[in-house]
């Protein structure tokens, strides 16, 4: 899931106070509140609650309409630099709110850390600022801003740029008014740049050697006789594009695939998958999508544009390639096998070895008494390719995700009698009023799209305290202006609820990775009627019957499992073995100070790293890696800040 926008403004959508204003004298009942599906620290260890510096409780006053906030962040900045300049943690410290928040993503750490509070704060800059100096701070684009997400909540937004004798490196603040002045609320720093060690210019192009370019690209291709400096294991888009930052600094990688044709990935799904959110977020490093490209764009689509973007940036891909085994030695070096599309065996050396074989692990059916002896059809959604072939049947989706929808929702479209089985309550939003506070940074104004680095550096800007806070807003926001849409699914027996911890799809973006639903069409044929609810579970087959629990007995030719996936665990024992698997440390769900485990940093093995995420996530947190990776392979990274 993309992080949650705090700076949006609210023109051209709905005014929530306004409608909760004009629904009031109806008296409209309150939508049904379920049990939890997910329990509220399920994956979830973060142990700080962050109140919002509201204006009249706490310690928030209102920022005056007439500031000038240029004038008010070089105040704050100036403080912030001299701080920073002397090395003094506790001037640092007191910059920020009582319960403010400084997160780092490895310009000063050189790992993804976030600390809460004061007490933390002081410590890590304690720590830090004897090693690390920073300098030149300054005021980058865009200006200073004042934002007023809600009426009683105001803070200007400040970009900026520093560096430290190793990085380049940018930061977002927020920063309130309080009683006793401005105070920090948000310190998000990132690494930019590895002095030194810009990315790579562009090359002539005009063939100078023997060879023609596209003999050359296969020659290359080959790495015969020499080894990778980092192999990449998983040709999606996280792959991709770590491949692509770590070619622009000059680091030679070569990309695994299993699949036949790069793409396949998204090829082989559903034939009436698309994306389920504006493509406004998901451009690629160094190759946005052209004008005029599909709002949600269909699956195979995509898969083509993987295939360009491997031509267009002359990456280095073996496809219908796979991992025999994998071993370590004590060094940290890497020795892979890797069969090669029926073309033999090789072994590599790599100094780096990145798994970017997608957050799910592995697809998982539950264990149901009498399948075997069922005689219609059982299969898992990763294996289901269309409705064609089902007119005329009865069809029931196990599963109430995305995959769940979609594939009811294909079944509908073409008539098929198709029954949606729910277990559990699943977060429901409109499209309408979701993508404008979600992605509305991204949103192209007038035919002109936003700056990305900028539109990142925003949507990624915020710890996860404060954007837990807000996303409880949201949420209860978006309750009210999908009100209609969520009381006509429960009139039709479909559960829905806020979601985990009450953050919309937040939290659980962060845990389950699964378990809501953005509307793209499905809700308004159970609406109709055309797809029905039941609720519970399958309690066992016999041969000619689904029998739900409670001893429902239902007909069905076909039963489809859109029961998701495992961890990406069994992904990676699967591939490298258990050795290296036993030795991970937990993949994905948030720790106690507000990061996900192993994600874009350490995963408890040397020079192995997990790429993992949505485009969106894919293209941002490739270039921190790519990054640290070149510091380590020149000998210039400091050792991780683990304290």
């Known amino acids: 899931m993309s992080p949650i926008a705090v700076n949006e403004p609210n023109h051209h959508v709905v005014d929530v106070a306004a409608l909760k204003a004009s629904v009031r004298a109806s008296e409209r009942p309150p939508l049904p509140q379920w049990p939890d599906a997910v329990s509220p620290d399920y994956m979830y260890k973060f142990k700080y609650q962050h109140p919002l510096p509201v204006h009249g409780k706490g310690v928030g006053v209102e920022i005056p309409q007439d500031v000038d906030a240029r004038s008010a962040a070089l105040g704050i900045v ?36 976030t600390f809460n509070w004061h007490p933390a704060i002081l410590k890590a800059s304690k720590d830090l600022f004897p090693r690390t100096q920073v300098t030149e701070l300054k005021l980058i684009d865009p200006s200073p801003s004042v934002e007023r997400p809600y009426a009683d909540l105001s803070f200007l937004q400040v970009h900026l740029g520093f560096t430290t004798s190793l990085v380049g490196a940018t930061a977002l603040v927020t920063v309130v008014l309080t009683s006793q002045g401005y105070k920090i609320w ?11 060690h810009p990315e790579i210019p562009e090359r002539d192009g005009h ?11 296969a020659i290359d291709t080959d790495f015969e ?46 034939e009436a998958l698309s994306l389920h959110l504006p493509h406004w977020a998901d451009h690629f490093a160094y190759m946005p999508y052209p004008n005029h490209w599909p709002t949600y764009c269909p699956a195979a689509k995509l898969g083509d544009w993987f295939e360009w973007y491997v031509s267009a940036l002359e990456l280095h891909v073996w496809t219908s390639s796979s991992v025999t085994s994998a071993s370590q030695d004590d060094s940290g070096l890497w020795t892979i096998n890797i069969n090669r599309d029926g073309k033999g065996s090789r072994t590599f050396r790599p100094k780096q070895l990145i798994m970017a074989t997608s957050l799910a692990g592995v697809p998982y059916s539950p264990t ?32 109430t995700s995305s995959s769940g929808f979609d594939t009811a929702f294909d079944f509908a479209r073409r008539g098929i009698d198709v029954t949606i ?15 404008p ?207």
């Open 78 to 113: 100036a403080r912030l630099s001299d701080a920073w300049s002397r090395g003094d943690a506790e001037a640092f410290t007191d910059l920020f709110l009582e319960h403010g928040v400084w997160r780092d993503r490895a310009a000063l750490t050189w790992d993804y850390r």
């Open 186 to 196: 948000t310190l998000n720093t990132v690494i930019d740049s590895l002095h030194g």
């Open 207 to 217: 063939m100078t050697g023997p060879h023609s370019w596209e003999a050359q690209r």
């Open 225 to 270: 006789g020499m080894d990778p400096e980092v192999l990449i294991i998983g040709g999606g888009q996280n792959g991709l594009m770590t491949a692509a930052r770590l070619k622009a600094l000059g680091i030679s990688s070569l990309i695994i695939e299993r699949n036949a044709r790069i793409g396949d990935n998204w090829r082989g799904r559903y």
């Open 368 to 399: 149901i008494p009498g399948r075997d002896a069922f005689k219609g059809t059982v299969r898992h959604s990763t294996k289901h390719d269309s409705s064609r072939e089902w007119v005329g049947k009865r069809v029931l989706v196990v599963g």
């Open 421 to 435: 089985l729910q277990r559990s309550p699943t977060y429901i939003m409109s499209l309408t009023n979701s993508v």
């Open 437 to 643: 506070r979600l992605l509305g940074m991204y949103e192209p104004k007038d035919g002109k799209r936003p700056d990305l680095e900028v539109a990142d550096r925003i949507a990624y800007g915020l710890p996860l305290g404060p954007m837990e806070e807000m996303g409880r807003r949201l949420a209860v926001d978006l309750e009210e202006l999908d009100y209609e849409l969520l009381q006509k699914m429960e009139e039709r027996g479909f559960k829905t609820w806020r979601g985990q911890r009450r953050t919309m799809t937040q939290t659980l973006g962060f845990t389950k990775n699964g378990g809501f639903y953005f509307d793209a069409g499905a809700c308004e044929q159970i609406i109709n009627g055309n797809i029905k609810v039941e609720q519970g579970y399958i309690d066992h087959f016999t041969k000619d019957k689904v029998v739900l629990n409670g001893g429902r007995e239902q007909e069905y030719d076909l039963v489809v499992l859109a029961t998701g996936f495992s961890n990406t665990i069994d992904s990676v024992r699967a591939t490298l073995g258990d050795e290296v698997a036993d030795r991970f440390k937990p993949i994905w769900g948030m720790d106690e100070e507000g990061e996900l485990n192993s994600a874009w940093r350490d995963t408890g093995v040397p020079n192995l790293w997990l790429m993992v995420g949505t485009l969106q996530a894919a293209r941002y947190h490739s270039k921190s890696i790519a990054l640290r990776i070149k510091a380590r392979l020149e000998g210039l990274e400091p050792q991780p800040y683990l304290a």
